[in-house]
């Protein structure tokens, strides 16, 4: 109208994030070039990660000295650092500056983490910091089949997530696992000789 100033509204289009199954994952790769990018902390990206991607994570090791990080340091690694083998960790202030070193907002990201957590988080962050073409794997690797990633690593990508004395053990019930299989088939198929072993056994 004359007399008045017109005013432009700013639109912003706001990216959702996409959430997909490994199969999806797949088929972003290859089919529209999305890039792979690791979120996890350094120990479970070195057991294991998908070949080819790049590894900026959401959260390093809290390497701090001050007298409250030392005893929440101290209590973590005496239970979940023992028996889990996870790193007692803080967020990364350096993340979305470390992927923006590396990418472009427009980049297409694949976002990739254990058990989906961090990697929604930091969706968050990078949409927030202006990407818009974010997606995830649903659940994380932990739901990835053994072969639908090349990967490299000491394991395979769903088991990535278990360090510490939880690996210890599990080996051992595997093996006690076995023991107690071939003592059930030796009792049912071989039962005159299992008898005479547990008369050799002496009765406590």
Known sequence: MPGKL????NLNIKA???????????????VEEYTILDVRDKSQYDRAHIKSCYHVPLFIEN??????????RT????????F????????N????????????????LLLVCQEGLRSAAAAKELEQAGFQNIA????????VKPGTFDS???TELQDAGKGGLITVQGKISAVLGTVLVCAYLFITFFPEQAEKLFQIVPAS
């Open 6 to 9: 017109l005013r432009r509204k």
């Open 93 to 108: 202030p350096d993340f979305v500056q470390s992927v923006k070193s590396q990418f472009s907002p427009g980049s297409k």
């Open 152 to 154: 490299v690593g000491t």
């Open 75 to 82: 209590v973590h690694n005496n239970f979940s650092g023992l």
């Open 63 to 72: 390497q701090d000295n001050d007298f409250g990080t030392i005893i929440k």
């Open 16 to 30: 959702e994030v996409s959430y997909v199954n490994a199969e999806e994952a797949k088929k972003l790769i290859a």
């Open 136 to 143: 995830c794997i649903t659940s994380g690797l932990q739901a």
């Open 84 to 91: 889990f083998g996870l790193l007692f960790t803080k967020l």
